[in-house]
């Protein structure tokens, strides 16, 4: 178990700055609609590179859970989700802020976003570890096809289209395949170019990928006014305690479900957030009350949501496989650091996983207060900004940062031409999650292919080699499952209908 | 995102050219070694590097080939000549006149002019305010009717910048003037300002907006700037005027 030492490190001043910051730069950015979680820590990611990594993540990962919880302002005060996180926050938020209870409804927000975030990262605390030994008996073999399971579980939940995503996955192995080769250091696809010789720079693609497309998209469009409308109250913080305490249970499972979801590969807050609302309005005893302003619905969103934020670093940090789309701007940031993620990093680089992972619960546990000053005080100046002003700024900073990665002007060129790429791309359906996901997983995939079939084709059992490992065997289910499972959701209802007219 | 109708018909012409990028790919990969030998003898522990893209590419092929299939499953040819039609008709000519897809012009139009021609030839903190303060113009001092105008502005603007930046002029009049590109975009700038302003009137939400923009386009860049080059240790793309400046300024030595 790790030691006080760790906690010790945490707990720094310049640690607890850091959260402070990080948590309310995150809810700031988070609570500006339109702007996401991962655009928060790919704006503010450049700022880390010259600190200590174990500092440098916890900033990271105060900025991403307070990004989280941010959203839910938007959310419950003007109907619209400042995050993807969010969007089952409106179902109930709006209506508790429309019968002038706002200040209450952002308090249950805040107290269930620290709930669930401390679940997360107790998980987090408890889960990796044991993971990391088991994954220390991974060979090539299973690291390709934990690659690949990664990509066909994104593309089977990238907005409903498996297509898509396995080719927008496709894509982004190709962007992977681009510089030297990983095993026999031959040059490919840079045609010629220099610069592509070190490949595609991981960070400056997804600056690109997530954040031009949300900025274009964001001025592309007239600006809405957007005007507040409810008159605050005050915290209520009682009350809502009162409320959260009371539904305690429901708090805890959408925590467990938010933590679940978040290990799975670029499964983020969003699909947490309605899985966790669909269940607590399954099991609920007010369950006619859900959409009409049920306190129970925002605590289940909001847990659900803040508690991806550990669970999507368990596999971030035990196999280098972002489990949501900020873990993967996270992940880039690191290997920019030189820490290379993995079950290794838990034996060799304990003092930097345990020192952030009692970061980021001191950055949770600052989220309540800071989260319900912000709520109280700030929103309004916050929302009042105009969308023209604010994306022309982060652009600006999109640019700089990309800038100070490797100090190249030709990432800021990848940026901005990979943005365009991925602005058209998202117009006709394909989503970047599984470009960003393919870039990042290309790498591991080829080496882990590679290096099977080298060893393979020596011992003359090729086959055996791919198809032969038991753990590969269980991956290779898993694989068949992603894949097959919008196929057998899309006939699930036929053969309930089926089954009910049977027993008429 | 487009509708789910639109999308279909999309897909089709999206299916095909995932197709033809995975038969690039696998074009690309045939040219790659697939053997290697050593002293005239084969290294059989050599492995192509255009094992993996073979792989991608043949996937891209398939995957697209399904794409398509599907798309015209789902439209029929009928789909396949309503977007022919389309795009030769003059509808799709008004498409592209379309306010938003004017809109995407002008945002695209200034991001690429700051990334190719600005940030790596003209000094940071000037290229900054200029993008900054255009990109305000176009969408928040000024009413939209003059979006055309800064469109045509920032494109007239670029091209009187590529004349200096190109050709020996710069090199020329640089011994005399230091950074004549940093003070031509500075005149180009001032110009603009002063435009918009003029243009506003006296209409003072008008004239509110107009004095916040000019404050964060000047003071945006110069935080940020000075954060990363004093402070992160960041050297700008371009160093000319105002670092040169500020550089004088941070490194003096008031003590002496």
Known sequence: MP????????LTPFNIFLAITGVIAGTVIGSLPGLTATMAVAVLVPITFSMEPSSALIMMGAIYTGAIYGGAYAAILLNTPGTPSAIATTFDGFPMAKRGEGDLAVSIACIASVTGGLVGAAFLLMLSPPLAKVALAFGPVEYFWLAIFGLTLISALSEGNLLKGLIGACFGLLLACVGIA???????????????????????????????????????????????????????????????????FSLIRSSVIGTLVGILPGAGGSIAGLVSYSEARRTSKQSENFGKGEPEGIMATESA????????????????????????????????????????LFTEGGSIVYTFIYGLFLATILMLPVGLVIGRYAYRTIITVPKAMLVPTVAFMTVIGTYAIRNSISDIIIMILLGVVGWILNRFGFSPSPIVLGLILGRIAEQGFVQAWTIGAATEELGKMFFGRPISLVIIAFILISLFYPVIRARLPKLTLFRGKNNE | MLDVEKLRKADVFSGFLVILLGCFIISQALQMPMKDSYGGVQNVWYVSPALFPLLVGGTLVLL???????????????????????????????????????RFYGIVLNLLILVFILVPRVDFFISATAFLFIFFAMFYC???????TIISYLIGGTIVLCLLLFTPLAERL??????????????MLGALMFWVRKTIGLDPDYRRKYYRCLIIALAGPFIIG???????????????????????????????
Not at chain 1, 3 to 10: D, K, N, T, V
Not at chain 1, 187 to 209: C, H, K, N, P
């Open chain 2, 142 to 148: 000024l009413d939209e009717r003059y979006l055309t």
């Open chain 2, 174 to 187: 640089a011994p005399m003037i230091g950074f004549p590109a940093d003070y031509l975009l500075m005149i």
């Open chain 1, 305 to 344: 949501n803040n508690a991806t934020v550990g669970g999507g670093f368990i596999p971030t940090l035990v196999l280098g496989i972002p489990g949501t789309p900020p873990d993967a701007v996270i992940l880039g940031a690191l290997l920019i650091q030189g820490v290379k993620t993995g079950p290794s």
């Open chain 1, 182 to 248: 990983e095993i026999s250091a031959d040059v490919r696809f840079t045609f010629g170019s220099q610069v592509l010789l070190g490949g595609i720079e991981t960070v400056s693609a997804l600056i690109g990928l997530y954040c031009i497309p949300v900025l274009i998209d964001l001025v592309a469009t007239p600006d809405k006014h957007l005007k507040v409308t409810h008159q605050s109250r005050g915290f209520r913080f009682l009350e809502a305690l009162a409320l959260s305490w009371k539904a305690k």
């Open chain 2, 64 to 102: 697209g080939s399904l794409l398509m299939r599907t798309a015209l499953r789902t439209i029929g040819v009928a789909g396949v000549k309503s977007v022919f039609r389309f795009l030769a008709g003059s509808t799709f000519l008004t498409f592209l006149k379309e306010r938003e897809i004017l």
């Open chain 1, 3 to 10: 030691g006080i030492e760790y906690i010790l490190a945490a």
């Open chain 2, 226 to 256: 000075v954060l990363f080059k004093y402070f992160l240790l960041v050297p700008m793309p371009f160093e000319g005027a105002v670092v040169y400046l500020l550089d004088a300024i941070w490194y003096a030595d008031f003590w002496s």
